[in-house]
């Protein structure tokens, strides 16, 4: 069992930066790929980017150059890092990890086991 926790997220300016957090409690790196997805008010989820088993990191065309994932190994915890936030960044962001240790990272949500509670994220313009 994989419990995942974001933290990170809050109210922010236009133009600024924040990082979030995907803090788990089982060892995920090498062997999970982790997701990030994000849902905005009135919207379906949708697949922002993600981290293979391998460290080998996947981003949706919109966010590329703004859009970074990282882990650390030794905290267990995986990153995404956002510059440049937009208005339309609103949303709230969620990881998720599945059993992946290979190059893959799936888009779809259904290909997860695992979910994190989501953290809020609010750009104001």
């Known amino acids: 069992q994989v419990h995942l926790v974001e933290s990170g997220g809050g109210l922010v300016q236009a133009g600024s930066s924040l990082r979030l957090s995907c803090a788990a409690s089982g060892r995920i790196v090498d062997s999970y790929a982790v997701g990030w997805f994000r849902q905005a008010p009135g919207k379906e989820r949708e697949f922002v980017g993600g981290?293979?088993?391998?460290?080998?990191?996947y981003y949706t065309d919109s966010v590329k150059g703004r859009f970074t994932i990282s882990r650390d190994n030794a905290k267990n915890t995986v990153y995404l890092d956002i510059s440049s936030l937009k208005p339309e960044a609103t949303a709230d962001y969620y990881c998720a990890a599945s059993w992946s240790p290979s190059d893959y990272v799936a888009e779809f949500g259904g290909a997860y086991a695992f979910w994190g509670q989501g953290t809020q994220v609010t750009v104001s313009s």
């Open positions: 981290i293979s088993g391998t460290g080998t990191t």
